[in-house]
T-cell receptor, first 117, second 112 residues
Framework: DTAVSQTPKYLVTQMGNDKSIKCEQNLGHDTMYWYKQDSKKFLKIMFSYNNKELIINETVPNRFSPKSPDKAHLNLHINSLELGDSAVYFC????????????????FGPGTRLTVL | DQQVKQNSPSLSVQEGRISILNCDYT??????FLWYKKYPAEGPTFLISISSIKDKNEDGRFTVFLNKSAKHLSLHIVPSQPGDSAVYFCAASWGGSEKLVFGKGMKLTVNP
């Protein structure tokens, strides 16, 4: 039973195409995220959704559009793919913090390696 | 601008010895720090965390130390085991935010 799953695992496509990456979590979590790990290995947050509502939206080109049909799913749609979009994209989820200063543990999916040719 | 820095890209230690992974940060607003471990072709998995109100947190073989004045934290693994070989990411957040700022990771190799 995979807690956070992503499909596809690998995605190779041409510049200019539109593609989607799907993410599903079966942990009952309220918050989901998308991260990008670029060629320099930095893992950077792109978006977070809480109960289908956008919470965090980092400086990401508007070609990237997250879509959350329900709180168990957060899909990432990318329009007009560019060479610089090549990276590994990770989905993650966490339970809502009830109290305290700590950040809730985020559970990551296995990643989707996107290659734009 | 890298707010969380892991300046050493890799570390190699012998099985049974101590592994010390270091992390520095620049943002004094950070009040919560985490370590994640990542195996190839898998996502990062949470390892251990520490709040800024503490200077040490221990969980089995893993201990995280926080030096707020130096804006430095370290992860100690003792004794190191071959299964600990992975990439370790340091991350930080503030104010209970879900936004984690990650370092670029450090590859640990534990040799049998």
């Amino acid at each position: 039973d995979t807690a956070v799953s992503q499909t596809p695992k690998y995605l190779v496509t041409q510049m200019g195409n539109d593609k989607s990456i799907k993410c599903e979590q079966n942990l009952g979590h309220d918050t989901m995220y998308w991260y990008k790990q670029d060629s320099k290995k930095f893992l950077k947050i792109m978006f977070s959704y809480n109960n289908k509502e956008l919470i965090i939206n980092e400086t990401v080109p508007n070609r990237f559009s997250p879509k959350s049909p329900d709180k168990a799913h957060l899909n990432l749609h990318i329009n007009s793919l560019e060479l610089g979009d090549s990276a590994v994209y990770f989905c993650a989820s966490s339970q809502d913090r009830t109290s305290g200063p700590s950040t809730d543990t985020q559970y990551f999916g296995p990643g989707t390696r996107l290659t734009v040719l | 601008d890298q707010q969380v820095k892991q300046n050493s890209p890799s570390l190699s230690v012998q099985e049974g010895r101590i592994s010390i992974l270091n992390c520095d940060y620049t943002n004094s607003m950070f009040d919560y720090f985490l370590w994640y471990k990542k195996y190839p072709a898998e996502g990062p998995t949470f390892l251990i965390s520490i709040s800024s109100i503490k200077d040490k947190n221990e969980d089995g073989r893993f201990t995280v130390f926080l030096n707020k004045s130096a804006k430095h934290l370290s992860l100690h693994i003792v004794p190191s085991q071959p299964g600990d070989s992975a990439v370790y990411f340091c991350a930080a957040s503030w104010g209970g935010s879900e936004k984690l700022v990650f370092g670029k990771g450090m590859k640990l190799t534990v040799n049998p």
